[in-house]
């Protein structure tokens, strides 16, 4: 059974960081991307980023590229997101998700179809 636990959601300043983590198991973590996509209240989902470690692929979305950065520790079978610069409009609920390697590309994250529990980021003025 696929199960994925997103964690280390809080509320923090504008400017602030914090560290997403996304621990995985019951599928082979090596052969799956593992995206970051958010959902702030009357807004769509969006892929915010994604690694892909068998193709080698991060990805990015441009509202947060420069200032998140997503890494992996296969050992572990766990992704983060570093998040850094924090802007109320990165407000929302951030879930992890996971599917096959080639759902990460460098140039964008499909929707996924595994996924947890959300863990929430407030990010104050």
């Known amino acids: 059974e696929v199960q994925l636990q997103a964690s280390g959601g809080g509320l923090v300043q504008a400017g602030g960081s914090l560290r997403l983590s996304c621990a995985a198991s019951g599928f082979n973590f090596d052969d799956y991307a593992i995206g970051w996509f958010r959902q702030a209240p009357g807004k769509e989902r969006e892929g915010v980023s994604c690694i892909s470690s068998r193709a080698g692929s991060t990805y990015y979305a441009n509202s947060v590229k420069g200032r998140f950065t997503i890494s992996s520790d296969n050992a572990k079978n766990t992704v983060y997101l570093q998040m850094n610069s924090l802007k109320p409009e990165d407000t929302a609920v951030y879930y992890c998700?996971?599917?096959?390697?080639?759902?990460?590309?460098?140039?964008?994250?499909?929707?996924?179809?595994?996924w947890g529990k959300g863990t929430q980021v407030t990010v104050s003025s």
């Open positions: 998700e996971a599917d096959t390697w080639y759902y990460c590309t460098e140039y964008g994250v499909s929707p996924m179809d595994y």
